[in-house]
């Protein structure tokens, strides 16, 4: 299976800092169709899972632009340009490349 | 609005049995990928199992294979998953999800425990 591992587990932030949660694999996440099936998820104390980013950098619909990811083949990297009150919580990687998808273990964002 | 609805948990003994279902609405169903995902009591995610459109094509991890049973009905806009085999370490909050998690259901509570 492919192993996911976030840095660092724990992330606390000042309101209007940047933030910056790194993702790696123990794999290559170029599936057999060409793409990256790499996806961010945040998910606030009590709810479910909402997914951020989908294929490394793509946003979904709605997500501020304050959150953006980049990165290839094994190295990942989410980022939040200025952190606000409302993005507390666990941020979860997650590869779709290869079966068994896989998360990493998740990173909890506390302000300061 | 495109939603999902999961059903069908609760407490049970080890080595006993639940069906979860998960109820959607607001888009076609029967075009996507769908998946089960849980988690266990303070710890991280899990992709349990996932099935292709017309369900002849399931996956599972390694840790439920030869006891859940991932189906869907296309007609009826769900999909289920059968658990057998029930264990101590199956408690969690499970998930339905659409594709690769653009979409998540508010989950339902599975606790096995004698």
């Keep these: 299976d492919v192993v996911m591992t976030q840095s660092p587990l724990s992330l606390p932030v000042t309101l209007g800092q940047p933030a910056s949660i790194s993702c790696r694999s123990s794999q290559s996440l170029v599936s057999g169709d060409g793409s990256t099936y790499l996806n961010w998820f945040q998910q606030r104390p009590g709810q479910s899972p909402r997914r951020l980013i989908y294929q490394v950098s793509n946003r979904e619909s709605g997500v501020p632009d304050r959150f953006s990811g980049s990165g290839s083949g094994t190295d990942f990297t989410l980022k939040i340009s200025r952190v606000e009150a409302e993005d507390v919580g666990v941020y979860h990687c997650m590869q779709g490349s290869h079966w068994p998808w896989t998360f990493g273990q998740g990173t909890k964002v506390e302000i300061k | ?114």
Excluded: H
């Design chain 2, 1 to 114: 609005e495109v939603q999902l609805v999961e059903s069908g948990g609760g407490l049970v003994q080890p080595g006993g049995s639940l069906r979860l279902s998960c109820a959607a609405s607001g888009f076609t169903f029967s075009a996507y990928w769908m998946s089960w995902v849980r988690q266990a009591p303070g710890k991280g995610l899990e992709w349990v199992a996932n099935m292709n459109l017309d369900g002849n094509e399931k996956y599972y991890v390694d840790s439920v294979k030869g006891r859940f049973t991932i189906s869907r009905d296309n007609a009826k806009n769900s999909l289920y998953l059968q658990m057998n085999s029930l264990r101590v370490e199956d408690t969690a909050v499970y998930y339905c999800s659409r594709r690769r998690g653009d979409i998540w259901g508010q989950g339902t509570v599975v606790t096995v425990s004698s």
